[in-house]
């Protein structure tokens, strides 16, 4: 299987180290996967990214056959594709029955015994709950597999263990036993050994040179700057709606996105604006609006935040509103996963 035999559909997420695109193959438009691409990738960033997706082939490959587990399909130089995982991320599902996190333990098991352990699973976003309400987890850029069964593997199978239940005590605290409870309140020694010395420059690393810090100021950007954006959009005849919105901004917490509903293009309506704000300025034929024509403001603060798990729930209850949704997504600019904290 070759990426020519990929057609691409929507891109997911985009970052230093590699770009997600949802799609399907070829001959097979029923069958839906998922690329991860190392083309194109800043000079920089190449060798970690080279190195992360040997490390997620490497454990894929590993996992094969486990129920919630991706299907490996190939990887190469260009890339890593792999069936499509269904499912709901586990901060929209909140599973709060007991099967669930049967299920998830059981996963985690059947991985351990192949010496696997993901390693990223704090995350609420790299578990998903099926459709038939089962677990399964994505997103192996960061596990690791084990030659040896030693302290290390079993510190980090720990970890994964530890940190599934603290998923468990986020959406079903109800369920915890005596014993889970006291799991969660003792870290392992490694754990806090890296808690007291790696872990700052991990956070330094990953919040302010590749990810976001918190939403501070978020509210006090909008309150300052959105009012000046609207004045100046309110002003121009061609404009005829518009929404501004707080979004993930690399290393600076939180950028300003506003959607102008304009038949011109953002290099028309940028003198008009402050210097230097919004951060992006889509321009869009149309915006998504109730029956009433008010604007969907909830829709787009989704979009601008790329929360495209969540966009699809709202359009498969509310299919209304997708040709124009699509049509907004497809041009959206803000290809993060991140979130505001």
């Not at 691409?8 to 695109?21: C, G, N, Q, Y």
């Not at 399909?73 to 709060?96: F, H, K, N, V």
């Not at 939180?254 to 959607?259: A, I, N, V």
Request: net charge positive.
């Amino acid at each position: 299987m070759t990426q020519s035999d990929f057609v691409p559909v929507t891109v997911l997420k985009r970052d230093a180290f590699s770009e997600t695109i949802s799609g399907h193959l070829a001959d097979r438009p029923d069958r839906r996967v998922a690329f991860r691409k190392l083309e194109g990738l800043p000079w920089w960033s190449r060798p970690i990214a080279r190195f992360l997706a040997r490390r997620e082939a490497r454990a894929l490959k590993a996992v094969q056959g486990i129920a919630g587990c991706p299907v490996l399909i190939s990887a190469d130089r260009r890339g890593i594709m792999r069936d499509w995982s269904e499912g709901t991320p586990l901060q929209l599902a909140q599973p709060a029955e007991a099967a669930f996190y049967r299920d998830a333990r059981r996963l985690l098991r059947e991985m351990r015994r192949r010496g696997v352990t993901h390693n990223d699973v704090a995350k609420p976003q790299n578990w998903l709950m099926t459709p038939e309400g089962r677990a399964a987890v994505i997103d192996f850029q960061l596990a690791s597999v084990h030659r040896r069964r030693g302290v290390l593997f079993r510190t980090m199978a720990r970890e994964d263990l530890r940190h599934l239940l603290k998923q468990k005590r986020a959406y079903a605290p109800g369920l915890l036993t005596a014993s889970q409870h006291r799991m969660l309140t003792r870290k392992s020694l490694p754990t806090r050994i890296w808690m007291a010395t790696a872990k700052p420059i991990y956070n330094f690393v990953t919040r302010r040179l590749f990810d976001w810090s918190d939403g501070e100021g978020t509210e006090d950007r909008l309150e300052r700057e959105g009012p000046r954006i609207a004045a100046a959009l309110d002003a121009r005849a061609d404009v005829t709606g518009h929404y501004t919105c707080a979004f993930p901004l690399p290393g600076r917490g939180s950028g300003l996105y506003t959607f102008a509903e304009t038949g011109t293009g953002p290099e028309a309506l940028r003198p008009d604006l402050p210097a230097g704000v919004p951060e992006h300025l889509q321009c869009v034929p149309r915006l998504p609006r109730d029956a009433g024509g008010t604007i969907d403001a909830a829709l787009l603060s989704l979009i601008a935040a790329n929360r495209l798990d969540e966009v699809e729930a709202r359009l498969q209850a509310e299919p209304e509103l997708r040709p124009v949704a699509d049509v907004v997504l497809a041009g959206r600019l803000n290809l993060t996963d991140r979130i505001l904290r």
